[in-house]
């Protein structure tokens, strides 16, 4: 009967510790209130540089879309948009994961695959009014994204 009591304990501590690391590792994220009252990311310099390259990657791209919209030219949509599709996505770092909030890589993750969705409707159907659409509406999670979140330094001390 100790022994069952023992591991009934030990299981619930187990799942205690899981349900701690789930809502660490994967919902919380590690973000503090910031002065403009945006959620700020902590983030250290190469973080903060990964995270920054891939947003002028996708400014890039916005570019290179409207401009082949306006040449009409689809190839130069297509292959814009592929190269921030999913499968271009960098390898982030566990130790960077694990300090952004689930809804953050969920906009992320969102935003890569819409670019996607936009290469192959570019492709199968040529109509740059749909790829403007599609564009424009891709570009409320740019915006939703930045409304909540920034970056902040990392505080020293963490180091
Ligand atoms: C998942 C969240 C998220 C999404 C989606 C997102 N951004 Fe960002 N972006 C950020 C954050 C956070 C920053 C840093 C802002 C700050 O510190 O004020 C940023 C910064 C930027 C910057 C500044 C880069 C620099 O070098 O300073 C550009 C440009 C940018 N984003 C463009 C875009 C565009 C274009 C899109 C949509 C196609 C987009 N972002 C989508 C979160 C996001």
Redesign the pocket.
Known sequence: MKNCKLTFAALIISLLVIAIMTYKFIISGETVLASDG?QA?LLEPAERDL???E??L??Q??QQITQGVTDNNLDQVVSAAKQVGAAAQQVVPGSLIKKLPLD??K??FD?HSKFDQLALDAEQFGDTQVVLEQLSG??T??V???EI????AAPMSEK
Do not use: S
């Open positions: 945006r990311l995270v920054l390259g947003m002028r996708f400014l791209t916005v953050f890589k906009l992320g935003t891709l570009m999670n740019c939703a994204c930045h979140y920034r970056i902040d």
